[in-house]
């Protein structure tokens, strides 16, 4: 079983990215790295500098995605948290619940990276992404 060592970013899902940026870099002072919109799912993806680590605005763009649902049933908050890894398809099919759906790699920030595939553990799904450098 792959060990994860290194965190790559936290997801906060938001409303709307704009509003949220007032609170993010308006009060906390954390600056926009990168914003990107991704046609799957549908949302626009705001990264901030935060040191070590990425905090990930994540905005539906399409009112019936996952993400969506998600924010209506839970409303604004902690999305996902996202873990560096060198092989994102056999890391996160390590880490899947048994029977879980198969493993789907898309991209942010143009790497690779796949969501944990099953239920939430303790409220807070996983992601992982490929490592900047790291060769599979």
């Known amino acids: 079983m792959t060990a994860l060592r290194q965190l790559d970013h936290v997801a906060v899902v938001v409303r709307d990215t704009e509003r949220a940026l ?18 799957r799912p549908h ?3 705001t990264y ?16 019936a995605s996952p993400v969506a649902r998600h924010l209506a049933e839970h409303g604004e908050g902690l999305h ?3 873990f560096a890894v060198a092989d994102v398809a056999r890391t996160a099919a390590e880490l899947a619940d ?9 991209s942010g920030r ?11 553990h303790h409220g807070v799904r996983v ?3 490929k490592a900047d450098g790291v060769q599979s």
């Open 127 to 129: 992601e992982v992404t």
């Open 22 to 39: 007032a609170y993010f870099t308006g009060r906390l002072g954390l600056e926009v790295v990168s914003t990107e919109v991704i046609e």
């Open 43 to 45: 949302v626009r993806l």
């Open 48 to 63: 901030l500098d935060a040191g070590s680590v990425a905090i990930q605005l994540v905005e539906p763009l399409d009112d």
């Open 110 to 120: 143009g790497r690779p990276s796949a969501f944990v595939p099953g239920d939430p």
């Open 80 to 82: 996902h948290i996202c």
């Open 98 to 106: 048994h029977g879980a759906p198969e493993v789907t790699v898309g």
